[in-house]
């Protein structure tokens, strides 16, 4: 995720969500979007490659993944991340440090 172009949650107590609850969270929505069970879908599976979401994919999984944590995440956000590991991980890095980015 790009760390300049994403700002701190603007809305509820974020910082206390757990990355697990993340990781919930972010398989329910690629499920969604990827057809995919989400007990299918692993840390490693890459975005792109092995779960098949083009742009217009990505677009929706900011978009959805911004209403749920009520953050203001641009495109670049998501188009540095490779797997669903990376985006758990930056999600759940950018809501625990807030504003220090």
């Known amino acids: 995720m790009n ?10 107590n974020v910082a206390s969500v ?3 609850q993340i990781r919930k969270d972010l398989l329910e929505i ?9 007990s299918r879908i692993q840390d490693s599976d890459r975005l792109r490659e092995d779960l098949g979401l083009d742009s217009l994919q990505s ?4 978009s959805r993944v ?4 009520e953050l203001d995440l ?6 540095d991340v490779q797997t669903v590991g990376d985006v758990v991980r930056e999600l759940h890095q950018f809501m625990t440090q807030g504003s220090g980015r």
């Open 30 to 38: 690629l499920s969604q979007l990827a057809g995919v069970e989400p």
């Open 3 to 12: 760390r300049t172009a994403a700002r701190p949650p603007t809305g509820g």
């Open 74 to 79: 641009e495109v670049e956000d998501v188009m």
């Open 66 to 69: 911004s209403d749920r944590y």
């Open 18 to 20: 757990s990355a697990e």
């Open 59 to 62: 677009m929706e999984l900011l």
